[in-house]
């Protein structure tokens, strides 16, 4: 099928899938519950039970190859195709996520965890105003989870629509209160408005919040020197609070400018790039760190579609 084609389907089937979500979803409000799947024959089980015997790599091309083999014997387990989605996207395939996850629920239609790993999977492709509607039906269908709340948030970031993106950062935070993932895209939201006393102010938050890791204080140190009230941080404050907020020194002399080392180049260290933690990958409290994309991975897998 050519790329136009594609195109043109995508709003069919996103209607569809929609259409289909918002059924189930009044089915399940009657009391009517879903077929169960097939039991598998020997071979199938089989192949399960060697798939089931094996450690899941901890790289992110084995461990998105090892979740297309469980996806492919088990195809009606909705959580190996959650599992698999996300690890499409810790090798940087996030348009494959997405067809994967349609596929999916055009097969399952209504499936809670599936619809909400579509949408953050339409957010990580940088489609906000796709996945927007499909978040909103996941979010009807898992009013607890934190995580669609910070896919929509976002997704209004994308936008440039930061009034809104905040709201759901907020309500995220309602559920899950000092959360250093929500703080943390909190404050890039603020950041990316323009506003970086505010991004000062939940950037220490995030970075103070147990849980929270490399990344978070690597956006803090970008707006580390924008002083922050203390009525403003987190009790208890972190020890590093009073280094951050003091001054830098005053410079040389012009008269006398200071020597560079020979080895000043070595010596630079490059500012590190906000990095905001879009839902499709948020992490938990935990704090462990984002799967670096590999481009390479994302081709193997496609080529073994």
């Known amino acids: 099928m050519s790329a136009a084609h594609r195109v043109l389907r995508r709003p069919l089937r996103l209607a569809a899938i929609l259409m289909a979500g918002s059924v189930l979803a009044a089915c399940a409000s009657d009391g009517a519950t879903q077929a169960a799947a097939p039991a598998p024959n020997d071979e199938r089980a089989a192949a399960i039970a060697d798939l089931k015997s094996r450690p899941v790599p901890d790289d992110p091309i084995g461990k998105a190859a090892y979740w297309a083999q469980r ?19 810790g090798i940087g395939s996030n348009d494959r996520a997405v067809e994967f996850l349609e596929e999916r629920l055009i097969k399952q239609p209504g499936q809670p965890e599936l619809m909400a790993e579509y949408g953050k999977s339409l957010v990580a492709a940088r489609r906000p105003q796709e996945a927007l509607p499909v978040l909103a039906q996941a979010r009807q269908m898992k009013p607890d989870d934190w995580t669609i709340l910070v896919a929509q948030g976002v997704a209004y970031d994308q936008l440039g629509d930061f009034p809104h993106a905040r709201q759901s950062y907020e309500a995220a935070l309602a559920i899950s209160p000092n959360n250093p993932a929500i703080l943390n895209n909190l404050g890039l939201s603020y950041m990316m408005a323009g506003d970086k006393q505010n991004a000062a102010k939940y950037l220490r938050m995030a970075a103070a919040a147990p849980g929270a890791n490399a ?91």
């Open 71 to 89: 996806s492919e014997v088990e195809p009606d387990n909705v959580e190996i195709s959650v599992q698999f989605a996300k690890a499409l996207r």
């Open 215 to 305: 990344q978070v204080r690597a956006n803090l140190a970008m707006v580390a020197d924008v002083p922050v009230a203390a009525a403003e941080a987190p009790p208890p404050a972190p020890p590093v609070e009073a280094a951050e907020a003091a001054p830098a020194p005053a410079p040389a002399p012009a008269s006398k400018p200071a020597p560079k080392p020979k080895t000043e180049r070595a010596m630079t260290t490059p500012v590190a790039k906000p990095v905001a933690t879009p839902a499709a990958e948020v992490p938990v409290a935990t704090g462990a760190p984002r799967a670096m994309a590999t481009t390479k991975g994302a081709s193997e897998l496609r080529g073994s579609d």
